[in-house]
Structures are given as structure tokens and as C-alpha cells.
């Protein structure tokens, strides 16, 4: 019965093929965008006290006024009049299944006014272990969800009315508007989750992300039918697929899906142009393109619960995209008297940086001398935690966390003292390793330098660095930027604030989804199949 459905299926889509494609609708509506809502229902604060203290401090989340964050959020959306709503992922603290009904709830009143919402899974929100509630100076384990549960909870914001559901994972594709499809894609890997309750040696929740292979192959054949009755296709993720500063991969490699080369392709192959994304908690947005003149866009959009809690409004008409970036003004919530929400949200992510940056050092501080080379062990000396703590925070706060903010924020090199920022930290980076050196290595501290300046990941740091504040995300973009009197910045950077697409709409070229490998003698080369008469 099977083989006969799918052979009935493929003479359709061949004889729609022979139609060249049907007519593209022309489709009028506004699409609102809000992330990584971390949504922290209030049963779970029993008791405030060093438990929660201890969490908040290495965190960079407004997870106690998570509530009220959301309930603007949504009433700024209402005020918005948008016919759609898209949260790519991370819905609550840790997949609390009181705080995944609690979303469910206070997304209701756009339900009822008739808006279509969509959700997908971030890495926090399914098979959690760190689901806990705080009382005190302790937390207890309460009750995550399963992925069943996770398209239970969230029937009524897309997992009750798909056009199709991927059965390897809890992607789905929805049509909330005639003509506009929305590829919901899933690629957390809840299912890789340990507990320490069912007999694993700890608790660990995946941050990464993966496209399955048969994910994949359902996707292909999502955007081909799309492709052949006419649909224009946005795609939502969780994960990057893009690198949004040079070295991602190196050094936020939990951040990108895996294989994100592979995934960009195959997205570009397939023809879907346009992706949403969350996980990084920035407001930005990068773009790839192959050799064949095919592009992808993808727009990350910041959390509602870290500064500058954003939120996107995406007017489309026809084939023309209009992104706007918002942002949440205030909240029903007691602040400081005389401060602002959005200072109160700058604030806490002073304090979370400059605590998670101490944790760290203290934590990890009885491991340091394992990475000193044992030819070196003899004259190396690791300064106790508290001097080494003080002089990493005093090269690395003040400019390091201007960095972090301003790439939170979007357009990083439109900022007044852009090139002074990214040459403060630059500067600070070297003075940093000139100190550790002397504090560590003695008379031996002039060779330690010449020899840590010129490693390697030194220099790749700097260009993540550089990158960050010229807002490109390519090592050669920062090097043509930076070094060689290449392209400006405004040739380079894409405003992530605000800025105008154009779909990749249905074209008058049928393709065959097939690769060409092209062997060279140093890279494998992967392109899309295309029949003669495809223009570029």
C-alpha cells in the first residue's frame, strides 16, 4: 500500500513538474519573532536563597521576571496586529513540564485573537535533568516532558495542524497563511540527555544540535512539493547554521548545528533562502551564498530574558521582506526606583559576565596546571586563584563585556566608539598576556610572550574579536577589512536591525535534487543538479 501512495505521489508531482510549477500566491501578512523565552513558571522559586543566588549568578537570564517579560511580549505582539507568531526554541528555564503548560497559557490570548503560533523546541526544553525548583540553599528534581508530550503541550501552536510531521523528529511544516509555509525544523538532541536517577554517571543536557540524515531527506521533499504548487517557504531552527563572527565554530561550537556547511547547502540546494533562528541570545543576522547564485539568510533574533530582550516584526509583500527590530520598553515588574527596564536588563548581564567569568576561573583553577607542557613545569608558576581572578578581570571585564553587549544589541559597527572598543579589547588581550606571562613564567616572561603572541588561536581570538565589533562573520572579511584596505564596513556588515529580503520564489527551472561532486585537489565541491535553462 505504501509503494503504491508514494508512486501515486511521485506521477502528481511529475505531472505538476510539467506544468513548470504552479503560480505563486501573492501573500500579504506580518510575522512577529520572539526567542529563548526561558519562561520560569513561579512554583519553582519555593524559597529565594543561595540555591537561586548561585544560578542567577552564572547566568545571564532574567529567569525571575520571566513572567511578566512574556506577558508584554505578548501584549506588544497584540498591539502589533501580526497574523503570525514564530518561537524558535527554548521556551523555558530547563523543560519543566509546570513551565511548558505555563507558556501554553500565557501565549493563549493571541490564540484567541485569531494569530497563528508556532513553535519548536530549543536545547533546554525536552528530557531536561536540570529541571529543578529552588527552596533555599537546595533544589529538587521536578518533572520534565518527553518529545510526545512537548507536540501534547503545544497541539494548539502548530503541532495540531501541519500540512506534514518529519516522524524522526519533531519537525513539522505548517501553513498558517495561504501560500506561506513555515519549515518548523527540529534539531535538538534531547534524546542524548543523561540523568543520574536512571543510573547515568551524571546529569547533562545536550547544548549542540543536529539535523538527523532522514530529517533531512524529509525536508527535501518538503521544498520540493512547496516548490511545485507555488508555496513561498521560511524555515525556523533553533541552532545557527550560519556563523555569525568569525571562528564561531571554534569557539561557540554548541551554537551551530553540526555539519552547519552541509546544512547551509542543503537548504540553499532545496531553495529555502530564508531561515529564523534563536540559541545565541544576539540580535543579528548573517548570510552565505554558493558559486551557483543561490544565498541563505539567517535571522537570529536575541531572547526576550537577556538585554536587550528583542523582538522581530517581519512585514511580507509578495516576494519583498521588511524586518523591524523592537524592543521590550517595560515590564509589570518592581525595578530599582529612578532605573529603566532596559538598564535594570543591561545590569544584570554586567553581573552575570563579570560572576560567570570569576566561576570559572575557580572552578576550573585546580586543572590549569594539567595544561602546562611538562618541559615547562619547572619554571612555571599558576598565580593562586584570587591574583589570577584579578588580573584576568581587570584586562577582560570592562572591554570584553562591551563586546558581549554590543553583539547582544546588533550592529556592532554602527556604534559611536566602535573602532575604540575593538581597540581597547585588542589592546587589553595583549596586556593580558604579557601579565600572565610574568606572573607565570618569571625571567622567563620576555620568550613566553614572543612565543603566546604568535600561537595560533591567539590570533584567532583576535579575529573573532575584530570580527564581532565589524559585524562580519568571515575570517577574510575581517583580514580585507582590517589589514588590506579591502571592502568598507558598510559593504561588509548586513544591518541586523533592520533590513530588506526578497524570497527565493518558486523559478521557471525544475530541479533534480540530486549532487555533483566535483573533485579538486584540495576540497570537494557540492552542487545542486540544475536543468539548462536555470538563469543566474
Keep these: 500500500m505504501k509503494r503504491v501512495a508514494y508512486f501515486l505521489f511521485l506521477a502528481s508531482s511529475l505531472f505538476l513538474s510539467s506544468l513548470n510549477f504552479m503560480t505563486a500566491q501573492t501573500i500579504k501578512t506580518k510575522i512577529g519573532v520572539i526567542s529563548d523565552l526561558h519562561y520560569t513558571h513561579p512554583s519553582l522559586i519555593v524559597e529565594k536563597g543561595a540555591a537561586l543566588e548561585n544560578y542567577l549568578s552564572n547566568d545571564r537570564k532574567l529567569l525571575v521576571e520571566s513572567e511578566a517579560i512574556l506577558k508584554e511580549a505578548v501584549a506588544n505582539l497584540l498591539a502589533e496586529n501580526v497574523n503570525i507568531v514564530l518561537i524558535p526554541g527554548d521556551l523555558t528555564k530547563d523543560g519543566e513540564k509546570v513551565s511548558h503548560r505555563g507558556v501554553a497559557h500565557l501565549l493563549k490570548p493571541l490564540r484567541e485573537k485569531g494569530i497563528k503560533i508556532l513553535v519548536i ?116 531552527i533553533h541552532h545557527n547554521v550560519i556563523e555569525h563572527f568569525a571562528y564561531q565554530s571554534v569557539f561557540a561550537t554548541p551554537y551551530l548545528v553540526d555539519d552547519f556547511t552541509k546544512v547551509q547547502q542543503y537548504f540553499m540546494e532545496y531553495g529555502l533562502n530564508i531561515i529564523f533562528t534563536g540559541h545565541f541570545h544576539s540580535s543579528d543576522i548573517a548570510r552565505v551564498s554558493n558559486p551557483y547564485g543561490q544565498s541563505l539568510h539567517e535571522i537570529e533574533t536575541g531572547s526576550i530574558v537577556t538585554y536587550p530582550c528583542p523582538y522581530r516584526i517581519i512585514d511580507i509583500n509578495g516576494e519583498n521582506m521588511a524586518i523591524e527590530t523592537k524592543y521590550i520598553e517595560h515590564i509589570d515588574y518592581p525595578l530599582p526606583e529612578g532605573m529603566d527596564f532596559q538598564t535594570y536588563a543591561a545590569q544584570q548581564i554586567e553581573r552575570g559576565f563579570n560572576e560567570m567569568l570569576r566561576g570559572f576561573i575557580h572552578e576550573y583553577y585546580p586543572t590549569f596546571h594539567a595544561y602546562v607542557p611538562r618541559w615547562a613545569r619547572s619554571f612555571v608558576t599558576i598565580p593562586h586563584a584570587e591574583e589570577l581572578t584579578d588580573i584576568v578581570m581587570s584586562h577582560l571585564s570592562p572591554s570584553a563585556l562591551n563586546m558581549l553587549l554590543a553583539h ?51 590570533k584567532k581570538v583576535k579575529a573573532s574579536a575584530i570580527s564581532i565589533w565589524e559585524n562580519v562573520a568571515t575570517p577574510e572579511s575581517v583580514a580585507a577589512n582590517e589589514y588590506t584596505g579591502g571592502k568598507s564596513q558598510e559593504q561588509l556588515a548586513i544591518n541586523d536591525l533592520k533590513l530588506q529580503l526578497r524570497f527565493s520564489v518558486p523559478s521557471e527551472y525544475e530541479s533534480h535534487y540530486t549532487h555533483i561532486h566535483i ?13 539548462e535553462n536555470k538563469k543566474n
Design 519 to 531: 573533485q579538486s585537489k584540495r576540497q570537494e565541491h557540492y552542487a545542486p543538479q540544475l536543468s
Design 121 to 236: 523546541p530549543g536545547n533546554h526544553d525536552i528530557n531536561n535533568p536540570e529541571a529543578v525548583r529552588f527552596h533555599g540553599d537546595s533544589t529538587q528534581q521536578v518533572e520534565t516532558i518527553s518529545d510526545e508530550e512537548f507536540g501534547e503541550i503545544y497541539t494548539d501552536y502548530g503541532y495540531g495542524n501541519t500540512i506534514s510531521r518529519d516522524k524522526h523528529s519533531l519537525s513539522y511544516v505548517s501553513e498558517p497563511v495561504d501560500g506561506l509555509r513555515i519549515l518548523c525544523l527540529d534539531a535538538c538532541k534531547y534524546d542524548q540527555n543523561t540523568f543520574v536517577s536512571l543510573g547515568d554517571s551524571h546529569d547533562e543536557c545536550i547544548t549542540g544540535g543536529a539535523l538527523k540524515p532522514e530529517t533531512v531527506e524529509w525536508l527535501r521533499t518538503e521544498m520540493q512539493v512547496a516548490r511545485i504548487l507555488g508555496k513561498q517557504v521560511l524555515g525556523m
Design 408 to 458: 547582544y544589541r546588533g550592529n556592532e559597527n554602527l556604534l559611536d566608539r566602535t573602532s575604540i572598543n575593538k581597540q581597547e579589547l585588542l589592546q587589553n588581550l595583549d596586556d593580558l598576556i604579557d601579565d600572565l606571562a610574568e606572573a607565570t613564567t618569571g625571567k622567563m616572561s620576555a620568550l613566553t610572550k614572543s612565543v603566546v603572541h604568535k600561537l595560533p588561536i591567539i
